[in-house]
């Protein structure tokens, strides 16, 4: 039987690859005997749907999380197009 | 139409029916196209680039998009003016076929992801993982939990719809070690796959596999402290 430890690093990898069905099984006895790591595995799920929110989020047309461009940069950044739009032209 | 359909079959009408419904369609569409007016229409989906106007209509668009992903405010600037500067040269190129936006946001995902290879040669190979300080105190020397990791609650994607979370997100995040959040960033934000991060930050399989386990053992932790405990204990947040 794996650790917890062990458990825990192939949650984490479970989520970027499809494990070996080896390692697939070990983990899923492991969370069926286990009291504290299905509440790790539940955590793991929340932050992948957390952070997919997140990025959403921080597109919308409304400022959130309140970031936009300060004024002068946003000058700089307009002049540097102009100047561009102007040499290519 | 009759030689198609001899009159012995019981479905000759319906299919000369067919027949006929279909011509009426195809003249129909031929009509269409024909005529100048939905010509114009579908010409006018082809819009034209307004550089004058891309700081304006997407710039702050673009410095989120930028911000998040990258983390500082500085750089996100400039991927921003690289990403307007190498849409101006690459005018050309623009088909018209996807908006205005869509076809910057493709140009600065290029650009970021081009900052972050950047920035990862910038840390020495040697500094990694070890220094990136481990969170494997969570558990004790025979591999089971030390801190209990915490239950959650019922539904803790209800959480997701307080602006406050999300205040306590971003302080979990800018709590990584640069590298880190790096890894974190490029595969849970930008989507990419574990080999193209793998190359891009050149780093071997075990070792992506360690930054990204640290990665969300740490922001797993800071959220169970940071909110989901106290904010339980305090009711409402």
């Known amino acids: 039987m794996i650790t917890c430890e062990e458990a825990a690093r192939l949650m ?4 970027d690859r499809r494990l070996p069905l080896g390692q697939r099984m070990a983990l899923r006895m492991h969370l069926l005997m286990c009291k504290l790591c299905p509440r790790f595995w539940r955590q793991l799920q929340f932050l992948r749907n957390a952070t997919g929110r997140f990025v959403k989020e921080a597109e919308r047309e409304v400022p959130f999380p309140s970031e936009s461009l300060s004024m002068d940069v946003r000058e700089r950044i307009k002049r540097a197009v102009v100047a561009g739009l102007k040499s290519s032209d | 139409m009759r030689w198609v359909v001899p009159d012995t079959t019981p479905y000759g009408g319906f299919l000369i029916l067919t027949m006929e419904f279909n011509l009426f369609i195809s003249s129909g569409v031929l009509l269409m196209y024909n005529c100048p007016k939905w010509r114009g229409a579908v010409k006018e989906e082809q819009q034209d680039l307004r550089p004058d106007m891309w700081v304006q209509d997407h710039g702050d668009l673009l410095f989120r998009y930028a911000v998040v992903r990258l983390r500082d405010r500085v750089a996100a600037e400039e991927v921003v003016q690289e990403t307007f500067l190498a849409a101006l040269k690459g005018r050309e190129q623009f088909k018209g076929r996807a908006s205005e936006r869509t076809w910057l946001v493709g140009i600065l995902k290029h650009k970021i992801i081009d900052y972050f ?29 030390k801190t209990e990791p915490g239950a959650w609650g019922d539904d803790p994607a209800n959480v997701l719809e307080k602006k406050e979370f999300w205040k306590t997100f971003k302080e979990c995040m800018g709590g990584l070690p640069g590298r880190l959040a790096d890894v974190f960033s490029l595969r849970e934000f930008e989507g990419l796959g574990s080999e193209e991060i793998r190359n891009l930050m050149n780093v071997s399989t075990t070792n992506l596999n360690v930054l990204l386990y640290r990665a969300r053992v740490r922001l797993a932790r800071c959220l169970d402290t940071n909110w989901f405990r106290t904010g339980q204990k305090e009711g409402e947040k």
């Not at chain 2, 290879?117 to 025979?142: C, G, M, Q, Y």
């Open chain 1, 12 to 15: 984490s990898e479970s989520l």
């Open chain 2, 117 to 145: 290879r950047k920035r990862s040669r910038e840390i020495p190979v040697t500094a990694l993982p070890s220094s990136e300080d481990s969170p494997e105190d969570i558990f004790d020397n025979n591999g089971k939990w």
